[in-house]
């Protein structure tokens, strides 16, 4: 890199991140009268992309009904550039520790947006949802169950709710732990798991869970009572 393009990368990046916080604060002004009157401000930042309610827009995941040790790992990485995104890099750079927890608890104290249900008997056949509630033991591929819950919904704090989550979404994390590009996540399961999978398996992975959200058995999740609110 010449002495050029590096004045040019300082100047660059600047306006990236000043035109994220932009686009984040027109977000937070069409959606302001729709998030709870206890929403910190430091989630202003989020609900451009991930929605008022965090239920997810488009590409862009769900964050409600996630556990906070979770969401405040991912701040953290994509913080330190331990996790690549063109668009999170920078927004969680400028939160502080202190803004970044507030961030977490809110939106894993949001009500999800659905509840689902896998199939009782999935086919072999069908590739995704084999692999949700079977695995592949001959390769070493655990259920996806086994971690993350029937239905997708997430287990505890560090394993996330998967169903409903965009198909590009997932399919991108399962490619970034495969290529060792995300770090490995919880006891260091999902780059293994991901190196295991084909391209065809993983594109059926993520058409699965993508889809769990349209199916007859997906119900509205209840809202958490104000009384487990801290």
Same mark, same amino acid.
């Given at each position: 890199m010449n002495a050029h393009s590096r004045k040019q990368k300082g100047?660059?990046?600047?306006?990236?991140?000043?035109?994220?916080?932009?686009?984040a604060?027109? &977000?937070?002004?069409?959606? %302001?009268q729709k998030t709870s009157p206890d929403a910190p401000k430091s989630v202003a930042a989020c609900i451009g992309c991930h929605?008022?309610?965090?239920?997810g827009i488009a590409t862009f995941p769900r964050l409600a009904g996630t556990g906070q040790a979770y969401l405040r790992a991912q701040l953290d990485?994509? &913080?330190d550039g331990s996790r690549k995104n063109s668009i999170m890099q920078?927004? %969680? @750079?400028q939160l502080t520790a202190a803004q970044r927890t507030e961030v977490a608890q809110y939106f894993s104290q949001l009500p999800a947006p659905f509840l689902a249900a896998d199939p009782v008997q999935p086919l072999p056949a069908d590739g995704g949802a084999w692999l949700a509630t079977r695995g592949r033991w001959s390769d070493d591929v655990p259920a996806c169950v086994q971690c993350h819950g029937p239905g997708g919904r997430g287990v505890g704090a560090q394993f996330p709710?998967?169903?409903g989550l965009p198909a590009a979404y997932i399919t991108e994390q399962? @490619?970034?732990?495969? %290529? &060792?590009?995300?770090?490995? &996540?919880?006891?260091?399961?999902?780059?293994?798991i991901a190196q295991q999978l084909t391209e065809t398996d993983i594109t059926a992975v993520a058409a699965y869970y993508a889809n769990l959200a349209k199916t007859p058995d997906a119900v509205p999740a209840k809202a958490l009572p104000p009384k487990s609110r801290p």
């Open positions: 100047p660059a990046r600047r306006s990236a991140v000043t035109l994220l916080w932009f686009v604060a027109l &977000g937070a002004s069409a959606f %302001a929605g008022a309610k965090g239920e990485a994509f &913080g920078p927004i %969680a @750079q709710p998967l169903a399962l @490619q970034a732990w495969k %290529a &060792g590009s995300r770090p490995p &996540g919880p006891l260091a399961l999902m780059t293994g």
